[in-house]
């Protein structure tokens, strides 16, 4: 069982068979390590199999005190005699969203490399159409992401968000506009890519095939620039920018395979970024693996 720290309920443990008392004693010490002052908080867990839907399996357990600050991570206790409890702060972020990578995968890719949990909100088709979720979204369409207090809509402002709040931004202003600029451009190819996929497939396809080399140069040449082509799109650390260029070419190696083969340093960026141990991790959970690539086509 994992334990985050969040708001509380006590039936799902009760349900999955752990008592209060057990998961208070086990967390005990974690919950006397944590740094001062105390903040009063929850536990929340996860409880494979007993999880709701939607909610990425994260379900609410049992009330306990955490001192945790936000970047407060992980420390294992072991639960008596059932099972080892790993327990750290759930970060306030809901993804709302159709079931569906879309415009969310880059985000999620990022929370989940970067070591954040997040909770899941899936909107299907028919909830949508009922209209009153379409009509509370500022422009009338998702995602919508919470990050506590704050609501945003635009994926790329929810990008711009992380990247500034996790450090993902580039080291200067320089870097940062370098990197607004690739986003930009990542943005550009979604858009052509989201027209052809939703309004014009049939037809389109062939035409998107041939234009796609010279729509994926422009990424190549810039990686050649920055090392060689051995780093990342912008400088020597990682950037929000990476996530949604590395979704955009995972996406594309679905839809046209063998569209990065005569890019060599795209390729290998694209093998190195996901070979990351928590990306790495995350692209090979059922979470990632079911959810279909685009919502309209079966990929
Ligand atoms: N610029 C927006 C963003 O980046 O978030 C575009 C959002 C958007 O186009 N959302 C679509 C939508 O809500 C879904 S998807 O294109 O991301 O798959 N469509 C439903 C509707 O009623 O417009």
């Known amino acids: ?35 001062r002052p105390a903040t009063p908080s929850a536990v929340t867990g996860h409880i494979p199999g007993v999880g709701r839907r939607g909610m990425s399996g994260w379900s609410r357990v ?54 954040q949990s997040w909770k899941e909100e899936v909107v299907t088709k028919d909830t949508w159409h009922q209209g009153s979720l379409k009509a509370s979204c500022l422009f009338g369409q998702l995602p919508k992401f919470q990050d506590g207090d704050l609501t945003l809509y635009q994926s790329n402002a929810m990008l711009r968000h992380l990247g500034r709040s996790l450090g993902l931004y580039g080291k200067d202003q320089l870097e940062a506009a370098l990197v607004d600029m690739i986003n930009d451009g990542v943005e550009d190819h979604r858009k ?46 990682i950037s929000f920018a990476d996530y949604n260029l590395l979704d955009l070419l995972l996406a594309h190696q679905a839809l046209v395979p063998g569209c990065l083969d005569s890019f060599p340093l795209l390729s290998a960026y694209v093998a190195r970024l996901s070979a990351r141990p928590k990306l790495k991790a995350f692209l090979a959970s059922p979470e990632h693996m079911n959810r279909p690539i685009f919502g309209g086509l079966q990929i």
């Open 62 to 115: 049992v009330n306990i005190r955490s001192r945790a600050p936000p970047a407060f991570r992980c420390a294992a206790v072991t639960l008596p005699a059932t099972c080892i409890v790993r327990s750290f702060l759930v970060p306030p972020y809901t993804i709302v969203y159709f079931p569906a990578r879309g415009r969310c995968e880059a985000l999620r890719m990022l929370l989940a490399d970067q070591g």
């Open 192 to 237: 052509r890519c989201s027209y052809l996929i939703h309004h014009n497939y049939e037809e389109g396809k062939a035409r998107y095939v041939q234009e796609l080399p010279g729509h994926l140069k422009p990424f190549e040449t810039v990686l050649a620039q920055n090392q060689g082509g051995q780093a990342f799109i912008v400088g020597d650390q």
């Open 1 to 35: 069982m994992t334990l985050g720290v969040g708001s509380s309920s006590k039936a799902t443990a009760l349900q999955a068979g752990y008592s209060v008392q057990m998961l208070g004693a086990a967390l005990a010490p974690l919950n006397a390590s944590l740094p």
